[in-house]
């Protein structure tokens, strides 16, 4: 009863968020819309930490798109070639398994979810160049619980 309490509450904040500040083509083809603009920076620039960091948020623009290919396993390479073929507002479909326009087909995303994913990936850019040393695990160590033997 408490899980569906929390769903239903999740929900209802997904709505209103929605109707706040609307939707987006879904499956992180509204992300890779972004792309180009970058490219447009990434000509007007000299310095090196702004294409380090231009880089790193053009891969971060593209990862959900990647993770969904992955997840579905389709080619993240080839499908993301022609996403990008067929233009602004298309992206796969998981279901049918086809590229297509993502609006008409009702795939869609949350444009409040989207616009905190891109303010996050650009907070990561920024700590990624003014750290040192950055560690990232694929797999996060198993946590050892207290009352295990040997702990």
């Known amino acids: 009863m408490e899980t569906r309490k929390e769903l239903a509450k999740r929900t209802v904040e997904t709505l209103r968020g929605a109707l706040r500040e609307g939707i987006l083509p879904g499956g992180g083809s509204a992300l890779?819309?972004?792309?180009?603009?970058?490219?447009?920076?990434?000509?007007?620039?000299?310095?090196?930490d702004?294409?380090?960091?231009?880089?790193?948020?053009?891969?971060?623009l593209e990862a959900p798109f990647r993770t969904l290919m992955a997840n579905c396993g389709t080619s993240e390479g080839k499908t993301l070639g022609e996403v990008e073929h067929?233009?602004?507002?298309?992206?796969?479909?998981?279901?049918?398994?086809?590229?297509?326009?993502?609006?008409?087909?009702?795939?869609?995303?949350?444009?409040?979810?989207?616009?905190?994913?891109?303010?996050?990936?650009?907070?990561?850019?920024?700590?990624?160049?003014?750290?040192?040393?950055?560690?990232?695990?694929?797999?996060?160590p198993a946590v050892t619980e207290p009352d295990a033997p040997g702990f």
Do not use: E, W
């Not at 890779?32 to 990434?42: I, N, T, W």
């Not at 702004?50 to 971060?60: E, M, P």
């Not at 008409?104 to 994913?117: L, R, S, T």
């Open 32 to 48: 890779l819309a972004c792309r180009p603009a970058l490219g447009k920076l990434r000509k007007n620039t000299d310095s090196l």
């Open 50 to 60: 702004a294409l380090a960091a231009q880089r790193i948020l053009s891969a971060a």
């Open 86 to 140: 067929a233009g602004p507002g298309f992206g796969f479909d998981l279901v049918s398994r086809r590229v297509c326009a993502m609006l008409p087909n009702g795939i869609v995303d949350v444009a409040a979810v989207q616009k905190q994913a891109v303010i996050s990936a650009i907070r990561g850019a920024a700590l990624a160049l003014t750290v040192d040393v950055l560690i990232h695990r694929n797999d996060p």
